[in-house]
Nanobody, 120 residues
Framework: QVRLVESGGGLVQPGGSLRLSCAAS????????MGWYRQAPGHQRELVAVITADGKTNYGDSVKGRFTISRDNAKKTVHLQMNSLKPEDTAVYYC??????????????WGQGTQVTVSS
């Protein structure tokens, strides 16, 4: 059974920073892309950032230049460094591992979500 555990959300003032982490556990053989999505109330879930297995990154237009995604393959962890946060970044953030090979086969996994609130 593959499990994703997120951490690092919270309340921050505009202009501040937060770092989200998502750790995967279980009988994992390989992980492809790792990504972060977010969903604000009344809005659809949107892509924040994704990183490939070999480290290539892609970002949503609204976070380019402010957020940085990284991964630690040995620890099966993906991070999202968020700088210059704005009130419009307020959302529940979800990590996603869409292609994980485990002892059970291939799977698409989501974290439980972590709340990020940007407010003064």
């Amino acid at each position: 059974q593959v499990r994703l555990v997120e951490s690092g959300g919270g309340l921050v003032q505009p202009g501040g920073s937060l770092r989200l982490s998502c750790a995967a556990s279980g009988n994992i053989l390989s992980i492809g892309n790792m990504g972060w999505y977010r969903q604000a109330p009344g809005h659809q879930r949107e892509l924040v950032a994704v990183i490939t297995a070999d480290g290539k990154t892609n970002y949503g237009d609204s976070v380019k230049g402010r957020f940085t995604i990284s991964r630690d393959n040995a620890k099966k962890t993906v991070h999202l460094q968020m700088n210059s946060l704005k009130p419009e970044d307020t959302a529940v953030y979800y990590c996603n591992l869409p292609r994980v090979r485990s002892a059970s086969g291939w799977g698409d996994y989501w974290g439980q979500g972590t709340q990020v609130t940007v407010s003064s």
